[in-house]
């Protein structure tokens, strides 16, 4: 049975899953299910914030079919792959990562989804990577920085529209592994709030401990 939780999200068997845009093609080992004639990719919580944060209560999914998405720390595109099956190809996501080898893995599965768009590219530099970008809907962060909510608040100056959606992965290892994660989150949602009127907070345990989930509009 297929339900559709979210638009371009579904629930297929009990589990979150996309349609897969690219049928026949798996991009970590997920499983595959065909119901009436379509594929969907179950979407492995232990793998992805973004479906852990859905599947523990995520109010209101941002990034819909046709949404211009920037997703900063891509990775080797787990994720990005089904934030691209959702956009389709009205959409597009533009990946932006800077670790070599995990670039070298996002590159592969760019190839097979012709609206992901690879940079190479720095976080904290978003000049470096504007042109040819634009306006986007959503950005969409998954950094382990300490300056995570500075990278955020220069890629939303630059780039993410008035009343687009930030949706932001708070480690609170790689700010400070000294401090109270509470405290950490505490701070970081009050500095973003300068930029955006958050909206979920979302505490991702037991998927990815010591991690808050995010939402928040541009104001």
């Known amino acids: 049975m297929v ?11 009990g589990k979150i899953a996309t349609k897969n845009l690219v049928p026949g093609y798996r991009v970590y080992g997920e499983k595959i299910v065909i119901e009436g004639n379509v594929e969907y990719r179950i979407w492995d919580l232990h793998r992805s914030k973004l479906a852990a944060a ?8 941002h990034i819909k079919p046709g949404s211009a998405v920037l997703y900063l720390g891509a990775a080797s595109g787990t994720t990005a792959s089904h934030i691209s099956d959702i956009v389709g190809m009205d959409g597009i996501v533009y ?11 996002l590159l ?12 190479m590219g ?14 986007v809907d959503i950005i969409y962060q998954d950094v382990a920085q300490p300056d ?7 890629n939303s100056q630059m780039f993410l529209k008035k009343g687009g959606w930030g949706m932001i992965c708070i480690k609170s290892q790689s700010i400070d592994v000294s401090r109270e994660p509470k405290k950490i989150f505490e701070e970081f949602v009050a500095k973003v709030g300068s930029e955006m ?6 505490d991702l345990t037991p998927y990815d401990l010591e991690h808050l989930f995010i939402t928040g509009k541009r104001k």
């Open 3 to 13: 339900e559709e939780n979210f638009p371009g999200v579904y629930i297929v068997g």
């Open 54 to 61: 859905m599947h523990k209560g995520l109010k209101e999914m």
């Open 95 to 105: 990946c932006v990562e800077f670790a070599q080898r995990s670039m070298r893995d």
């Open 108 to 119: 592969a599965v760019c190839e097979r989804h012709e609206n992901m768009m690879p940079i």
């Open 122 to 135: 720095d976080a904290r530099q978003p000049q470096q990577y504007a042109e040819g970008i634009g306006e």
């Open 148 to 154: 995570q909510d500075d990278i955020f608040i220069k």
């Open 197 to 202: 009127e958050v909206h979920d907070q979302i």
